[in-house]
């Protein structure tokens, strides 16, 4: 089955400075690749995803890469804020399987004034 | 907001009960998911449900078992509860491959 890994588990950026998150994956097969921040006491929530026909995606100040030669992703979220602070985790699953998503172990994303 | 609500938040059972909770979406959809998240870890898929037939299964024994309903309302049951049931359940709505919303969370405290 899929395994996905998440790097690093905790990261610390100063306010206003880049914050990147890097995932791999080991199935070739698998072609979507969600992103989810989840604060404390609630529900992850989709903040951006891409799909294996594309590289590269932009909302606002968060990016998705994705090099499906290496199978690996990062997220990258410009000029931090205090409300990015949160729990960040990414996953992967097939197009139309019915396996689920896949996830990493999270990253603890903490911006410090 | 995702539109995906579960019941009830928090439950707290004893080893060898039985739980059942609850997942309904505002807007209707035909495929449901159920994942359990244990404290500092990712989610994990339990099953998925696709117009009321179970169609995708993690790594999870019979004991946890679902159904959907025609209004595409959803229930995770849990016989002989262990310790190491307790954690976060998260139901989501959508398809595998495809944008899953997820709501916010049963949290079960196994004693």
């Known amino acids: 089955g899929e395994n996905v890994e998440q790097h690093p588990s905790t990261l610390s950026v100063q306010e206003g400075d880049s914050a990147v998150i890097k995932c791999t994956y080991s199935?070739?097969?698998?072609?979507?690749f969600p992103w989810y921040k989840q604060e404390l006491g609630k529900g992850p929530q989709l903040i951006i995803d891409?799909?294996?026909?594309?590289g590269e995606k932009k909302d606002q100040r968060i990016a998705v890469t994705l090099n499906k030669t290496a199978k690996h992703f990062s997220l990258h979220i410009t000029e931090t804020q205090p409300e990015d602070s949160a729990v960040y985790f990414c996953?992967?699953?097939?197009?139309?399987?019915?396996?689920?998503?896949?996830f990493g172990k999270g990253t603890h994303l903490i911006i410090q004034p | 907001e995702t539109g995906v609500t579960q019941s009830p938040t928090h439950l707290i059972k004893t080893r060898g009960q039985q739980v059942t909770l609850r997942c309904s979406s505002q807007?209707?959809?035909?495929?449901v998911s159920w994942y359990q998240q244990a404290l500092g870890q990712g989610p994990q898929f339990i099953f998925q449900?696709?117009?009321?037939?179970?169609?995708g299964r993690g790594n999870f024994p019979p004991r946890f078992s679902g159904l959907q309903f025609p209004n595409y309302s959803s229930e995770l049951n849990v016989n002989a509860l262990e310790l190491d049931d307790s954690a976060l359940y998260l139901c989501?709505?959508?398809?595998?491959?495809?944008?899953?919303?997820f709501g916010p969370g049963t949290r079960l405290l196994v004693l």
């Open positions: 996953a992967a699953s097939k197009r139309g399987g019915a396996d689920g998503l896949t």
């Open positions: 199935d070739s097969a698998s072609n979507y």
């Open positions: 891409i799909r294996s026909n594309v």
């Open positions: 807007s209707g959809h035909n495929t």
């Open positions: 449900y696709y117009r009321e037939e179970e169609n």
């Open positions: 989501a709505k959508g398809r595998a491959g495809e944008t899953q919303y």
